[in-house]
């Protein structure tokens, strides 16, 4: 469909989708996905265009069981030249699990809240850094990078809505650890672009940071354009939508990376992914979840 693009001022002429599917779109999902069909789905990706696919996580399966298979997935993985493949650790075992299997880079997931810390990391607000430390120091020298997620910065089902300073306190703190890059998360997507802009405009150093958008009330794309316009240029997104968070019942899917490239190239933006294989993936992977693809670019395309 012939459209645009139709740029506009104070945007970035580049942006990186980090596309958080086979993990966080994953996670969440009650039946088991087999191995050669996440495999397949990372591969898919990469064909696409994709340069980071964050493709697993080396938490206990006790707590999320659709990603047991961790370690034979990387062993699976048809890794391609100039291709990230990033994994989630939770903790020193979880980082001792991915050296092991010669990972390249990590993250680590955070609370900006006391109770979300609590169900989620088991641990408190401060407390959740004496984990994390061991972690990013352990792995800056064995030459591994570190992202770091800050979930529920915006407001937080127990707690209400997430004080911007103790958003901006936890994420310094993280990037003064040696985290390279810190990803904002709106867990429960009640964001709003006035929102997104004080909290980004309140760190140092917006280059670094990167945004993780739900769309539990449709305010993703018009949040992610805010964030653009406050200096961001890296945006998490989910191949078809797809994911939640199993720790918060009211986070629904994330960002489609669909719609966002959609709403990407519309404005000029150079991303590197094609839009049809994209939406030919979700296709494919829909098919294979027993469910259509909540992506409305993904439903779009797929009539037309």
């Known amino acids: 469909m012939m459209r645009g693009p139709y740029p506009m001022e104070g945007l970035p002429h580049q942006v990186t989708v980090y ?18 069909v996440k495999a397949e789905f990372i591969d898919r990706l990469a064909d696409a265009g994709h340069r980071v696919i964050e493709a697993t996580s080396f938490v206990h399966p006790k707590w999320v069981p659709q990603l047991a298979d961790a370690q034979d997935l990387l062993t699976r993985l048809d890794r391609r030249p100039g291709v990230r493949y990033p994994v989630l650790v939770p903790n020193e075992r979880g980082l001792d699990r991915a050296l092991a299997n010669g990972v390249e880079e990590i993250a680590i997931f955070a609370s900006a809240t ?7 990391l088991n641990r408190g607000l401060e407390s959740q850094f004496d984990m994390f430390e061991p972690v990013v120091a352990r792995a800056l020298d064995n030459g591994v990078k570190v992202r770091a997620y800050v979930s529920m910065c915006f407001g937080d089902p127990w707690e209400g809505l997430t004080p911007i300073a103790q958003v901006v306190a936890v994420g310094e703190r993280l990037l003064g650890l040696g985290c390279h890059e810190l990803s904002l998360g709106d867990t429960i997507g009640v964001g709003t672009p006035g929102h997104v802009t004080a909290l980004i405009e309140s760190f140092r150093d917006p280059d670094r940071l990167a945004v993780h958008f739900h769309d539990t009330y449709g305010q993703a794309l018009a949040n992610t354009l805010a964030a653009l316009r406050s200096g961001v240029h890296v945006v998490d997104a989910s191949t078809g939508g797809i994911g939640g968070c199993p720790y918060a019942e009211s986070a629904t899917g994330n960002l489609a990376t669909e719609d966002l490239v959609w ?42």
């Not at 596309?19 to 009650?30: H, T």
């Not at 294979?288 to 439903?299: A, E, N, T």
């Open 263 to 304: 709403m990407l190239h519309g404005l000029g933006i150079d991303t590197g992914l094609d839009l049809d294989k994209l939406v030919a993936t979700s296709i494919w992977l829909a098919e294979r979840l027993g469910r259509p693809s909540p992506s409305r670019v993904v439903q779009a395309l797929a009539k037309g």
């Open 114 to 120: 006391e109770t979300f810390a609590a169900k989620n």
């Open 19 to 36: 596309e958080v599917g086979p993990r966080d779109g994953l996670q969440n999902e009650s039946a088991i996905v087999p191995v050669e």
